[in-house]
Structures are given as structure tokens and as C-alpha cells.
């Protein structure tokens, strides 16, 4: 009787939310200065690239570096697109004053003055370039230096902050206090130069901010040997993964730097996830850039991580939601055969409550909850922060009615690229056409026929990006705290549906092939051309359910493995108490200037306390130490059958009747079961044997 009343009053409760006001996230929720209107007119072309963009000429950078103290960087674009609108500048982000005005017409950001006048209003977010002094303590503090003598063990740091391409740049460079207040001393300076990238999730349409602070302590032992080090926030993932943006900044910052110091012996890249990412295309897309590169938490690219990632959400719809037996799922070992990824018995799933309310709220009975995959506590959401068009990453930066306006994802931040569908919206490049979720199950008998059936038949997809809404929220009366009532973005799901053979089907979706060509040659996928050395660095987050897995570094290999260019990459796997970063540095240097890698860059693991738990050319097979001790796992694609380099976003497909005929089910015989598997993969089964259908046809294809 007591429970009843619980879930009577619970049922009201919810009751009161549902008919509670659907409302816009408050403005107190974000930032201040949003983006007011859009200017027609975007300047900038994007670079025609017939073959593949590594083989394409750029076209010539006529801007007479370096740039004027006091004046702002190139900001014309010249092969990297049109400029994107809206742009949300980060000026108070950065602690600095407001950008230039450039117009009165209410384009962009609002700019007052002091004394709260309107004074313009700035599209393009410039600054311009000025000096910033800091002293670097022996303890990694960083404060401002305005002159003077220093303490025993600081370092002068000089930094130049400014824009190029309306991104903000930092040089900064290690100098004596006589060099103060000059622009050009360099008697510190050891001839190498850092380029920092960094990670995050971003969507685009914003200019960003750098930690000049956090970025300092970061490389304060590289510094402290006399390296310069450059970073812009277009090298920034958290705001965009347009690399052909980021590379354009990238050229343009790196000749800025040159023409103020002279040609560095050797330019290091390093930064981690999405830095890592940058590191890998920026080497294959523009040879020449970066002489070695430091790539930590890395994937291959964005879009091979997306392809497994957006299923994480379609899968937990499925247990929670769609399954006929929920409990089975609950065990998450079972989650582990369909996801690949790791799995922890003891660890909490991430919004457990909002989950087991929504079910209630969908008549059904809350499903118990103990432990966690990386699946549900590392991706979990990923498709409102960037597959969702209405929503982007559910912070509006721009006034309402332009939000309405605008598409916000990581497709539309390419769609230059990527193209436009008939309705207007950009291509999505994700696909699960007759995809087998849980192949690998079945075959090892996991799975029963009837569970792989239903899994298959009840996974669906993500429905059409013109489909998509907004997440559903309700807000609670008095707090600005937003109640959450579409767990997993499930209404952007595509519906299960009645077959004439009675079962409940929901459809697959498809991308457009065209699309992913051009994301192939436009160097959004990384393709394993590579001829620069790479140190592959990660702690081994797996076993916590952090999304950096170790997985991604060996596709990265095998990629390499098929163009002739693994002896490029090493693979260094740490626990997560030890950082060999200045092991690394060492390491790329020695191989920069022996031409070829030294036994100190040799493959290895280590302990927690830096001792190497083993190195050489069989540490990572499957007999050697490392992989012993830090285990590679999977992903949903791999489970369902696909190539473990990952390397392909949209399958050929094979009529059921022929892979059941050529034991694509291994020993299950799924001849009982044909009728339902020709409802469930009406084009046919991937076939896994053949290549990407939508990979260039006049390339030699990745096999696997």
C-alpha cells in the first residue's frame, strides 16, 4: 500500500511536469552576447578537389607576414569555404576587451561601450595583435609580468595573441628580461616549435577561446628547453572538426611565426582526442606542416567514431525501451557482446534516475540498474550534441529567433563539404543499412536466433535530419532545472512498424554515398596516408568507461598497415598515474633527425610508476605483455562483422538468401528465421567482404 501511494504521488508529480509550459532553455542557463542577425554575404571559396585534397595545390597566400602589432591576421578565407554565419565571438570567454566593429546593421555580436552605449556591432570577431608578458614559476604558476627582476626559477614568457582567419592565435616564446618589451628576441629559443592542438565536441559556428593560463602550465617543461609553441582556437575540436579550417589557420599561423623567427628546425605536433584526431589528417591532408607528432587519446577521425558512436543511444532505447526481455540486457556482459566496449559491474549508470522515470512515464516498469558500459556512460547523448539539427549541443549562443533559424550539427559545420539534401539539411553520413548488430554473439552462441532477431528488427535508426525535433524538457517551477523527457533522443528514433508478417520492424537509415565520397576526399577520413613519425599516446581509460578506448590507435595501424606506411606509428599505452609526454618528446626528436625510429620509440606500455612493463615489435599482438595488460576491446560495428579498421561508412549488401548461403551466420543455421531477416534487411545483408560502396572509385581501396 505504501508503494502505491509512492507512485501515485510520483504519477502526479510527473503529471504536473508533463502539463507544466514547454519552455526555451533560460538565458541564465548561457552566456551573455549572443549572436543578433546574419550577414548575407559570406567571402571565401572552398577548394575544388577532383582527386583527393593531400594531392591538391593550395592556392597561393599572398598576405605580407608577419603580421603588425596592432593590426588583425588574414581573415579572408582561401580554400577552406565560405566564412560560416552565425559566429559567436569569445571575447569575455577570453578575459580580453570586445572585437572591432565592422558594421551597423546589427550583424553579429552587440558591442557597448563602458558606459553602456551602443557602439556597432562585430560579425567577425577581430583583435587585434598585442604582446602578453607572463613569468612561469619552478611550481607551474603562471601570472602576469610587467617587468623587472625575476624570482629564482621563473621563466619570461612572451606571448602574442591575436586572430587569423577570425580565430584567435597565441605564439608564445621563452626570453631573458633584456628582451623585454620587444617583439622579436629569441636568444632562448632552441629551434623547435610546438603546435598545440586540443580536444572536445564541437559543432562550429564559433570563434572559441584559448587557456592561454592552462596552456602555458601544460608545455612549461617543454618551454623551460627552450621550444616555441603556437596554437590557435581553430585547432580547437571543442569548436569544430572542419579541418580544412583548422589547416588553413594552421598554414597561415605557422608562416606568421617564420616570418618573425626563421624556420624552425622541426615542428611538433601534440594534443589529445580531438587534437589527436587533427594531428592524423593535418599530416595526410597537408604534407609538410607538422615534421612529428604527439597524438594522445586519438582516433583515426570524427567520423569513424561517430558510425559506432550514434548506435550507443539506439542500442539503450532498445534495452530500456524496445526489448521484450529487459532484464537479459541488465547483465552487462551481454551489453558487452552487441557494444564491444568495456564494461564495469560496480559502476553507476550515468542519469539512472531520469531513465527509470521516462520509463514509468512510458508505462513501463523501471528496469533495475546495477553497473555500466562505456557505451551508456560515455556516449550517452552524443546524438543532441551533434547529429540533432534542432538542437546542436543545447547551447543556444545566438538570439531565439535566429536559433529557429539555423541548423545546428556536426553535419551542417561541414555541409560546404558535405552538401545539402532535398529539404535543405545537411547530409549525415551515418548509415546502418543492413547492419547485423550482434553478428559475432550469434555465431559464437551468445546470442539465440530469436534474440538476434529481435535486436535487429527493434534497433531501428536515427530518423531523417528534417525529422529531428529539439529535446523535450519541462522546467520546474522556480528553479531554472531542466526535467529531461526524451531519454536517449528516442523521438528521433524511427518507429517500429507493423510487417505483413506480423512483426515490429523499425526502418534502417541510409546516407547519401555522394556525401561520403566527398568526405573521403576532402580528408575528413584518415585513410592511413601518412609519412611523418607518430607517437600514439593514451593512459588506459577503458576499464573507468572513458570514451578515449584503446581500440581506435589500432585502427590507426591497420589503416597504415595497408598503404606500406606502419613503421610511421608507435603506440605507447600508460597507466593513467604516468604521463610519458617528456619520454615522447625525446623520443621524436631523435627520430626526426635520424630519419628513421630510434629503439627509444619502440612500441611499449607502462606501469604506474613509469617503469616500461615491455617494448619492442610483438608487444602488441596478441601473446605480448602490453596487450596482456592493457587488453584491446571493440565496437558495435566490429561486432556486427565489420572490419576492424573501421574504414567503412556505408556497406555493399548481399541478399539474405546468399549470405545464408555462404555462412555469413557462421554455424547457426538461420534458414528457420528467413522470412523475418528478409523484413528486418529488405536491400540485403553488409557484406562485409567488399568495400565501402561510397569510397572513390578511381582509388586503390583500403583492404582489409
Same mark, same amino acid.
Given at each position: 500500500? *505504501? ?92 578575459g580580453i576587451e570586445p572585437p572591432l566593429v565592422d558594421n551597423d546593421q546589427g550583424y ?74 620587444? +617583439? ?64 588553413? @589557420?594552421?598554414?597561415?599561423?605557422? =608562416? ?92 553507476? @549508470? ?54 529557429? =533559424? ?13 552538401? +545539402? ?86 526502418? *534502417?537509415? +541510409? ?99 613509469? =617503469? ?6 610483438? $608487444? ?11 587488453? $584491446? ?16 561508412? =556505408? ?10 548461403? *555462404? ?42
Amino acid at each position: 500500500m *505504501r508503494l502505491l501511494k509512492w507512485l501515485l504521488l510520483l504519477g502526479l508529480v510527473l503529471a504536473l511536469i508533463l502539463m507544466w509550459p514547454r519552455s526555451e532553455i533560460p538565458a541564465s542557463f548561457f552566456e551573455p552576447h549572443p549572436v543578433l542577425a546574419v550577414p548575407p554575404e559570406r567571402a571565401g571559396e572552398l577548394l575544388q578537389v577532383d582527386d583527393f585534397i593531400g594531392r591538391t595545390p593550395r592556392p597561393l597566400d599572398t598576405y605580407p607576414y608577419p603580421i603588425p602589432l596592432g593590426a588583425v591576421g588574414p581573415s579572408t578565407p582561401l580554400f577552406s569555404g565560405p566564412k560560416q554565419y552565425p559566429f559567436y565571438c569569445a571575447w569575455h570567454q577570453m578575459g580580453i576587451e570586445p572585437p572591432l566593429v565592422d558594421n551597423d546593421q546589427g550583424y553579429g555580436v552587440a558591442i557597448y561601450a563602458d558606459d553602456g552605449a551602443l557602439q556597432g556591432y562585430s560579425q567577425d570577431c577581430l583583435h587585434p595583435s598585442r604582446l602578453l608578458w607572463y613569468r612561469l614559476s619552478q611550481d607551474g604558476t603562471v601570472a602576469a609580468y610587467q617587468g623587472g627582476a625575476l624570482a629564482d626559477g621563473e621563466l619570461l614568457l612572451r606571448a602574442e595573441l591575436g586572430t587569423i582567419q577570425r580565430y584567435f592565435y597565441l605564439l608564445v616564446m621563452p626570453v631573458l628580461t633584456d628582451e623585454f618589451p620587444l +617583439r622579436t628576441g629569441q636568444s632562448q629559443w632552441n629551434d623547435k616549435l610546438i603546435y598545440q592542438f586540443h580536444g572536445g565536441v564541437g559543432i562550429g559556428f564559433r570563434q572559441g577561446e584559448l587557456r592561454i593560463e592552462r596552456l602555458l602550465r601544460n608545455r612549461a617543461a617543454q618551454l623551460r628547453q627552450g621550444y616555441a609553441v603556437i596554437s590557435s582556437s581553430a585547432n580547437r575540436t571543442s569548436h569544430s572538426y572542419h579541418f580544412l579550417r583548422a589547416e588553413e @589557420v594552421a598554414r597561415q599561423l605557422k =608562416q606568421h611565426f617564420i616570418s618573425l623567427y626563421g624556420e624552425p628546425e622541426m615542428t611538433i605536433g601534440i594534443g589529445g582526442s580531438g587534437g589527436g584526431i587533427a594531428q592524423y589528417l593535418l599530416a595526410q591532408n597537408a604534407p609538410g606542416l607538422l615534421y612529428a607528432a604527439i597524438a594522445q587519446y586519438s582516433y583515426p577521425d570524427m567520423l569513424s567514431q561517430v558510425v559506432y558512436a550514434l548506435d550507443c543511444d539506439l542500442l539503450h532505447n532498445y534495452y530500456y525501451f524496445n526489448a521484450s526481455d529487459k532484464n537479459f540486457w541488465q547483465d552487462w556482459q551481454h551489453r558487452q557482446w552487441i557494444e564491444g566496449l568495456s564494461t564495469v559491474p560496480d559502476q553507476q @549508470v550515468r542519469f539512472q534516475r531520469e531513465i527509470s522515470a521516462i520509463q514509468l512515464l512510458s508505462g513501463f516498469k523501471p528496469t533495475p540498474m546495477a553497473g555500466a558500459t562505456q557505451c551508456i556512460n560515455a556516449w550517452f547523448g552524443l546524438s543532441s550534441m551533434v547529429h540533432n539539427p534542432q538542437q546542436g549541443r543545447l547551447r543556444p549562443f545566438v538570439s531565439p529567433g535566429l536559433l529557429q =533559424q539555423q541548423h545546428w550539427s556536426y553535419w551542417e559545420d561541414l555541409v560546404d563539404i558535405y552538401g +545539402r539534401d532535398q529539404h535543405g539539411f545537411a547530409h549525415s553520413l551515418w548509415d546502418n543499412v543492413g547492419v547485423p548488430y550482434g553478428l559475432l554473439a550469434l555465431r559464437a552462441g551468445q546470442l539465440s536466433p530469436e534474440q538476434f532477431i529481435e535486436l535487429n528488427a527493434r534497433i531501428g535508426s536515427w530518423l531523417p535530419q528534417h525529422q529531428m525535433q529539439p529535446e523535450r524538457a519541462r522546467f520546474l517551477p522556480i528553479w531554472d532545472t531542466p526535467i529531461w523527457l526524451s531519454a536517449f533522443g528516442r523521438h528521433n528514433m524511427a518507429p517500429l512498424q507493423m510487417t505483413e508478417a506480423g512483426i515490429k520492424v523499425a526502418p *534502417r537509415y +541510409r546516407a547519401n554515398p555522394k556525401a561520403i565520397e566527398r568526405a573521403y576526399r576532402y580528408g575528413q577520413l584518415f585513410t592511413g596516408e601518412l609519412s611523418i613519425p607518430v607517437l600514439d599516446l593514451r593512459h588506459y581509460l577503458d576499464p573507468v568507461l572513458d570514451m578515449h578506448h584503446l581500440q581506435p590507435s589500432f585502427m590507426v595501424r591497420e589503416r597504415l598497415a595497408q598503404r606500406g606506411n606502419q613503421a610511421w606509428q608507435r603506440i605507447w599505452v600508460s597507466h593513467p598515474d604516468y604521463t610519458p609526454e617528456s619520454e615522447a618528446f625525446a623520443a621524436v626528436v631523435d627520430w626526426v633527425r635520424g630519419g628513421k625510429a630510434p629503439a627509444a620509440a619502440s612500441d611499449r606500455c607502462f606501469a604506474a610508476d613509469g =617503469q616500461v612493463i615491455a617494448s619492442g615489435n610483438k $608487444v602488441w599482438q596478441s601473446e605480448g605483455r602490453c596487450h596482456q595488460t592493457y587488453p $584491446v576491446l571493440s565496437n558495435s560495428r566490429q561486432q556486427a562483422g565489420a572490419p576492424s579498421h573501421g574504414l567503412l561508412l =556505408q556497406c555493399a549488401l548481399i541478399p539474405i538468401e546468399q549470405a545464408l548461403a *555462404r555462412g555469413d551466420f557462421g554455424a547457426v543455421d538461420m534458414t528457420p528465421w528467413l522470412g523475418e531477416l528478409k523484413h528486418i534487411f529488405p536491400d540485403g545483408l553488409c557484406d562485409y567482404q567488399q568495400p565501402d560502396l561510397a569510397y572513390p572509385p578511381d582509388w586503390r581501396y583500403f583492404e582489409d
